[in-house]
């Protein structure tokens, strides 16, 4: 894999929403990139498994293995001034979260970016 390409996978692998519970977005992005290494088969928790057909059993085995999930929220309600009041999915902390840009979805699937103001309370 050239350069390029290798800096286009991360990209989009980086880039792929993954909240814990909704990981199929990083699944996806991982699977194009593995056309082709071996037998890939995903249990019901959203890994991902790549198994070598060259390995007959002679050789060792090496595991390389990793999160695909990230911390996230899910909007607990609309505030009547258009604020969201937000829970926490995974462990953040919560001096880090003023002023970051996040990524919103409904259930039609728009995505906008919103940027959490400093004021901001969370349940």
């Known amino acids: 894999m050239d350069?390029?390409?290798?800096?286009e996978m991360i990209a989009a692998i980086s880039n792929a929403n993954g909240t814990s519970g909704f990981e199929d977005e990083v699944v996806a992005a991982i699977r194009p990139y593995a056309e082709g290494l071996?037998?890939?088969t995903e249990d019901r928790m959203?890994?991902?498994y790549i198994r070598r057909k060259e390995n007959n059993g002679k050789r060792p085995v090496v595991q390389l293995d990793a999160h695909s999930d990230e911390v996230g929220f899910m909007v607990?309600?609309?505030?009547p001034n258009g604020t969201l009041r937000i829970i926490q999915i995974g462990g953040?902390?919560?001096?880090?979260i003023p002023a970051h840009k996040v990524l919103v979805r409904n259930r039609f699937g728009d995505i906008f970016?919103?940027?959490l103001p400093v004021s901001l309370r969370i349940s």
């Not at 350069?3 to 800096?7: E, G, I, N, R, S």
């Not at 607990?76 to 505030?79: D, K, M, N, T, V």
């Not at 953040?92 to 880090?96: A, G, L, R």
Request: aromatic residues 4%; proline residues 0%.
């Open 92 to 96: 953040w902390v919560n001096h880090n």
């Open 38 to 40: 071996g037998e890939i």
């Open 3 to 7: 350069k390029k390409t290798t800096l």
């Open 113 to 115: 970016q919103v940027l």
């Open 76 to 79: 607990q309600a609309i505030c």
């Open 46 to 48: 959203r890994n991902l």
